[in-house]
Each structure stands twice: as structure tokens, then as C-alpha cells.
């Protein structure tokens, strides 16, 4: 747990999963998957940019199936609280009429998202669709979703790395921490 930051971000808080307990887990959920998907020929891992980069790359990695990835890109309307109301800037390429799909993000906050993109996916007639995250904030949750694969829940704490930014940054961070807010904002320009 405690690997000392010599990343240059003076927000960091606390490391709050190191990344050899990311790896350990993204492992588990690989060989859950390979399992799970053992019938099928058309697996697609389809990934929310940008944020679930690092998680679905390594994913992939441990899923011992055929499998193809693809990215979709949204975004919230307004502010960083999610507002329910979700923007997509850019869809998946690959018609998923009849391929058992798994959603991919890096972290289910007030579920708004993943319910949304949820929706519209399961309008588009994939064979199958589940969801799956690196993190959960659970009691943030305002919308009910059947969630499949959970890296790990995590309390209310704004956080960062493996593909998590504040304000597109530490999104390089090797591990997950927690953001330290009054640092952040006395920073922040
Ligand atoms: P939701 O729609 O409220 O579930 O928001 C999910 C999205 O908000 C995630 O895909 C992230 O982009 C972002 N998000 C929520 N919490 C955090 C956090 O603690 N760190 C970084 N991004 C977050
Ligand atoms: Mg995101």
C-alpha cells in the first residue's frame, strides 16, 4: 500500500489500492469472464473512453477467449456531478446486433452512465449485456443497475490513477488514490 509517489501531482492523497492488488484482482475477473464466456464466438469488451483504458487493455489480456474491444465516448451535460443527462460524443464502430457485449468503465459513481448507456446498447439487440467496473462507489448510487464484474468498492472519495483523472490529470498513476481536495483546489489555477 505504500508506494511512495514520485509522480509530480501534488493532489495525492492517500494510495488507496496499490497496483499489484489492481493486478491481482483484473486477473480474477479475467479468468471470471473466460469462464462466463466459454460458449461464446462474438465477445465484445466495450470499453467508456477514456477512463477505462487502462483497466480494459489489462482486462483483455487475462480473458482467454476470442474477444474484439471497441470504445464508445460520453459525457455528462453539466458540471462534474453526473447529471443524468448523458452526452455521446463518440459510438462503438462495431454493429453488436447478436454479440454478447460487456460494458466497460472505470467507476460507477451515481450509476447515471452506465443506466443510460445501458438503455441504449439493449436497443441496438446484442445477444447479451453485462456491465462491468473497475471501481463502485455504492452508496452514491441514485439508479438501480444490475452490476456483473466489480473490481472493488470504494468509499465515498474522489480518486485517481489507472485511468482516472481530476480535470484529465494523474489519469497515469499506477495505482488508485485518493484525492486530496484542499491540496487540489490550492493548486489548481
Ligand atoms: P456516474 O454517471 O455518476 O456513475 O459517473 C461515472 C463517471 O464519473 C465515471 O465514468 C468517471 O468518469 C466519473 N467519476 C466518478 N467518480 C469519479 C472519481 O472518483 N474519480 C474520477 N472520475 C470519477
Ligand atoms: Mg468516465
Redesign the pocket.
Known amino acids: 500500500m505504500n508506494e511512495p509517489s514520485t509522480f509530480p501531482y501534488p493532489f495525492i492523497g492517500e494510495v488507496l489500492i496499490s497496483a499489484a492488488e489492481i493486478s491481482t484482482r483484473v486477473q480474477e475477473i479475467g479468468a471470471q469472464i473466460t469462464r462466463d464466456y466459454e460458449q461464446s464466438e462474438r465477445l465484445l469488451l466495450l470499453g467508456?473512453l477514456r477512463?477505462s483504458v487502462m483497466f480494459i487493455t489489462d482486462l483483455m489480456r487475462s480473458v482467454q477467449r476470442p474477444l474484439t474491444m471497441d470504445f464508445m465516448s460520453v459525457s455528462?451535460y453539466a458540471g462534474s456531478?453526473?447529471s443524468g443527462f448523458?452526452r455521446i460524443d463518440s459510438d462503438h464502430k462495431t454493429n453488436i446486433n447478436g454479440w454478447d457485449v460487456i460494458l466497460i468503465?472505470?467507476?460507477?459513481?451515481?450509476?447515471?452512465?452506465?443506466h443510460t448507456v445501458r438503455k441504449l446498447l439493449l436497443d441496438r439487440s446484442p445477444r447479451s449485456l453485462r456491465v462491468c467496473a473497475l471501481?463502485d462507489?455504492k452508496e452514491?448510487h441514485r439508479v438501480h443497475i444490475p452490476l456483473d464484474y466489480i473490481g472493488f468498492e470504494i468509499p465515498d472519495?474522489?480518486?485517481?490513477g489507472y485511468g482516472?483523472?481530476?480535470d484529465e490529470k494523474g489519469r497515469n498513476l499506477p495505482y488508485i488514490a485518493s484525492?486530496d481536495l484542499q491540496k487540489y483546489r490550492s493548486n489548481a489555477k
Open positions: 467508456l477512463g455528462s456531478e453526473s448523458i468503465d472505470d467507476i460507477i459513481d451515481t450509476g447515471f452512465t452506465i471501481l462507489k452514491r472519495h474522489f480518486v485517481v482516472l483523472d481530476i484525492v
